[in-house]
């Protein structure tokens, strides 16, 4: 006789009981299962017994509210991620199901990403690497200006546009540089700027980066009679607003004046103004350029004045890219990004731009003064060795001049005042001339082994480009107090670039100027300081007195009266 088969659990009825309902089979979540909310404690996972309903409904609430959070990158939740997935897999039922679940998942989450197209026809994409190309794009036009700009140096004989490849390959010998696609993009926008601008030299200074955007700088030589030229314009532009400045100052005090009394005036003279150095000398010898990236419009810097490059060495302040961006400081800087910009510059180009000595000599006419910066090639140089130039610091000299205390190369007098000034104030001015002592800088074409270290670390360092094949290496020079300072020579070659923040070196952390202290208080006088208001009792008792004397008064007129 054949056994009866066993009865099937899934055929059996369901029990409105949930103790009923686990003794079947296995049901959705167990207390020994891992899940959220469901473990419950008191309960062992190898025991039969079943917590309570109403715990059991709350974990599964807790279990289904977590699949249901919302993701802070993509905005879906496991929830539904989950049931589309599963819709999928039913509807298609592909085989294989447990080793494509990935892929599953991953379609799942692209089509949710899939632009929804509500027109006929698809948008275009442009890809980022379409857009780059057409930013470089104007690169690589060449235009009719820039044919009548290689006649003219041919004609001149030496052409404005720098080699920036040569020098890209000779800083690369020594892991200094940027990658070669962009300096070739370098190479181009110099072009275009040469092509734009009447430049008589152009130098590819270096790169300045910055938070948001960085600066490439071309440092150039305009021809002769365009430096004349912006000089007139800037000087006619700061006639204008001063002339407006004194124009708006004598509107406000006739307002003034006819509303109210003149008020008490201030006796602080402010210290006098120190003029900036012409265009061509001092820090202002070149013009700079820049642009945020190759195929950007190139912008011209604005001279750079004392104040700016006083303020400049208090203050340590990134660069954001943005030339308008305002300058937030103590002390208050005295102008926006750009002018802090060329400022820096105008630093660091005094401070690490050198040359092998004896490369450069003063001109045999002139003989070398204190304040003059001008210097020719010498033809008679002989390079030394590289491992000459690498062991002495001797071998290698500063060919700008550097800038004074005062914020300039060649010091001014700022108490040099008109003769009728001279007659007033002839104590002061004595006093003045006491406080006052010129200021002297090291003289042009200066050995860098006279520059001073910080602490223990030198002001620079010099070295091999390669000791495996030292015939053929070139010697390479940093700057330890400006990072990111670099020159290199090879033979008659030699080369000075800036790739860094714009920041000097500080052994110790940068600490901002306190502001100055806080002034007295006025001092106290009888007809400054506030009277105390009289209680009731003394305006009675002042009343009181009032009324005697006028009685006194009366009395005495009344008796001299009766004598007349």
């Given at each position: 006789?054949?056994?009866?088969?066993?009865?099937?659990?899934?055929?059996?009825?369901?029990?409105?009981?949930?103790?009923?309902?686990?003794?079947?089979?296995?049901?959705?979540?167990?207390?020994?299962?891992?899940?959220?909310?469901?473990?419950?404690?008191?309960?062992?996972?190898?025991?039969?017994?079943?917590?309570?309903?109403?715990?059991?409904?709350?974990?599964?609430?807790?279990?289904?509210?977590?699949?249901?959070?919302?993701?802070?990158?993509?905005?879906?939740?496991?929830?539904?991620?989950?049931?589309?997935?599963?819709?999928?897999?039913?509807?298609?039922?592909?085989?294989?199901?447990?080793?494509?679940?990935?892929?599953?998942?991953?379609?799942?989450?692209?089509?949710?990403?899939?632009?929804?197209?509500?027109?006929?026809?698809?948008?275009?994409?442009?890809?980022?690497?379409?857009?780059?190309?057409?930013?470089?794009?104007?690169?690589?036009?060449?235009?009719?200006?820039?044919?009548?700009?290689?006649?003219?140096?041919?004609?001149?004989?030496?052409?404005?546009?720098?080699?920036?490849?040569?020098?890209?390959?000779?800083?690369?010998?020594?892991?200094?540089?940027?990658?070669?696609?962009?300096?070739?993009?370098?190479?181009?926008?110099?072009?275009?700027?040469?092509?734009?601008?009447?430049?008589?030299?152009?130098?590819?200074?270096?790169?300045?980066?910055?938070?948001?955007?960085?600066?490439?700088?071309?440092?150039?030589?305009?021809?002769?009679?365009?430096?004349?030229?912006?000089?007139?314009?800037?000087?006619?532009?700061?006639?204008?607003?001063?002339?407006?400045?004194?124009?708006?100052?004598?509107?406000?005090?006739?307002?003034?004046?006819?509303?109210?009394?003149?008020?008490?005036?201030?006796?602080?003279?402010?210290?006098?103004?120190?003029?900036?150095?012409?265009?061509?000398?001092?820090?202002?010898?070149?013009?700079?350029?820049?642009?945020?990236?190759?195929?950007?419009p190139w912008v011209k810097l604005p001279p750079v004045t004392p104040a700016q490059i006083v303020c400049a060495r208090q203050i340590k302040k990134f660069f954001t890219?943005?030339?308008?961006?305002?300058?937030?400081?103590?002390?208050?800087?005295?102008?926006?990004?750009?002018?802090?910009?060329?400022?820096?510059?105008?630093?660091?180009?005094?401070?690490?731009?050198?040359?092998?000595?004896?490369?450069?000599?003063?001109?045999?006419?002139?003989?070398?003064?204190?304040?003059?910066?001008?210097?020719?090639?010498?033809?008679?140089?002989?390079?030394?060795?590289?491992?000459?130039?690498?062991?002495?610091?001797?071998?290698?000299?500063?060919?700008?001049?550097?800038?004074?205390?005062?914020?300039?190369?060649?010091?001014?007098?700022?108490?040099?005042?008109?003769?009728?000034?001279?007659?007033?104030?002839?104590?002061?001015?004595e006093e003045e001339e006491e406080e006052r002592q010129e200021e002297t800088g090291q003289p042009l074409l200066t050995l860098i082994s006279e520059d001073e270290g910080?602490?223990?670390?030198?002001?620079?360092?010099?070295?091999?480009?390669?000791?495996?094949?030292?015939?053929?290496?070139?010697?390479?020079?940093?700057?330890?107090?400006?990072?990111?300072?670099?020159a290199f020579a090879s033979g008659r070659k030699f080369e000075n670039i800036y790739f860094g923040w714009g920041h000097k070196y500080n052994p110790e952390s940068h600490?901002?100027?306190?502001?100055?202290?806080?002034?007295?208080?006025?001092?106290?006088?009888?007809?400054?300081?506030?009277?105390?208001?009289?209680?009731?009792?003394?305006?009675?008792?002042?009343?009181?007195?009032?009324?005697?004397?006028?009685?006194?008064?009366?009395?005495?007129?009344?008796?001299?009266?009766?004598?007349?």
């Amino acid at each position: 006789m054949d056994p009866s088969p066993e009865p099937d659990p899934s055929h059996e009825p369901h029990s409105a009981y949930p103790e009923d309902a686990y003794d079947g089979g296995h049901g959705p979540y167990q207390p020994h299962e891992p899940g959220y909310g469901l473990d419950q404690p008191g309960y062992s996972p190898y025991e039969d017994e079943i917590p309570d309903a109403q715990a059991r409904m709350l974990a599964i609430k807790n279990a289904k509210a977590y699949l249901l959070k919302t993701s802070t990158k993509s905005g879906l939740n496991l929830y539904d991620h989950l049931a589309t997935i599963l819709t999928k897999i039913l509807d298609e039922q592909p085989a294989n199901t447990v080793d494509i679940i990935e892929t599953i998942s991953q379609d799942v989450k692209w089509a949710q990403f899939r632009k929804k197209m509500d027109t006929l026809r698809d948008e275009h994409l442009i890809p980022p690497t379409f857009e780059a190309a057409e930013k470089c794009k104007a690169l690589f036009i060449k235009e009719a200006a820039e044919e009548e700009h290689e006649e003219l140096d041919e004609e001149m004989g030496e052409p404005a546009l720098p080699n920036v490849m040569e020098t890209a390959f000779y800083f690369e010998q020594a892991g200094i540089g940027l990658s070669k696609d962009e300096c070739y993009y370098i190479f181009l926008a110099f072009k275009n700027l040469i092509s734009v601008q009447p430049i008589q030299t152009c130098r590819f200074w270096g790169k300045i980066l910055g938070l948001e955007m960085n600066y490439i700088i071309a440092e150039v030589q305009l021809r002769e009679g365009e430096e004349e030229e912006e000089e007139r314009e800037e000087e006619e532009e700061e006639t204008v607003a001063e002339e407006e400045k004194e124009m708006g100052e004598g509107e406000e005090e006739m307002e003034q004046k006819e509303k109210e009394p003149e008020p008490p005036k201030s006796t602080y003279k402010p210290p006098p103004e120190i003029p900036k150095e012409a265009n061509g000398t001092g820090t202002n010898k070149y013009v700079y350029f820049v642009c945020n990236e190759p195929g950007k419009p190139w912008v011209k810097l604005p001279p750079v004045t004392p104040a700016q490059i006083v303020c400049a060495r208090q203050i340590k302040k990134f660069f954001t890219g943005r030339l308008d961006a305002p300058i937030v400081s103590f002390p208050p800087f005295p102008g926006n990004e750009a002018n802090y910009l060329r400022a820096q510059i105008a630093r660091i180009s005094a401070g690490t731009h050198v040359s092998p000595t004896g490369f450069y000599q003063f001109p045999e006419d002139e003989e070398e003064e204190e304040g003059g910066d001008t210097y020719e090639e010498n033809p008679e140089f002989e390079p030394p060795p590289v491992a000459e130039m690498v062991e002495s610091l001797a071998m290698w000299a500063h060919h700008v001049k550097g800038i004074l205390k005062q914020g300039r190369c060649v010091w001014i007098n700022p108490a040099q005042k008109s003769e009728e000034d001279e007659e007033e104030g002839e104590e002061e001015e004595e006093e003045e001339e006491e406080e006052r002592q010129e200021e002297t800088g090291q003289p042009l074409l200066t050995l860098i082994s006279e520059d001073e270290g910080m602490k223990n670390i030198p002001a620079w360092t010099a070295q091999a480009s390669t000791n495996l094949i030292p015939e053929y290496s070139i010697a390479i020079l940093q700057s330890n107090r400006w990072p990111g300072a670099y020159a290199f020579a090879s033979g008659r070659k030699f080369e000075n670039i800036y790739f860094g923040w714009g920041h000097k070196y500080n052994p110790e952390s940068h600490t901002p100027a306190l502001p100055p202290p806080a002034e007295a208080e006025f001092p106290s006088e009888p007809g400054i300081t506030e009277a105390a208001d009289p209680t009731v009792e003394e305006e009675l008792a002042f009343k009181a007195a009032q009324e005697e004397a006028l009685a006194e008064a009366e009395e005495e007129e009344e008796e001299e009266g009766e004598d007349d």
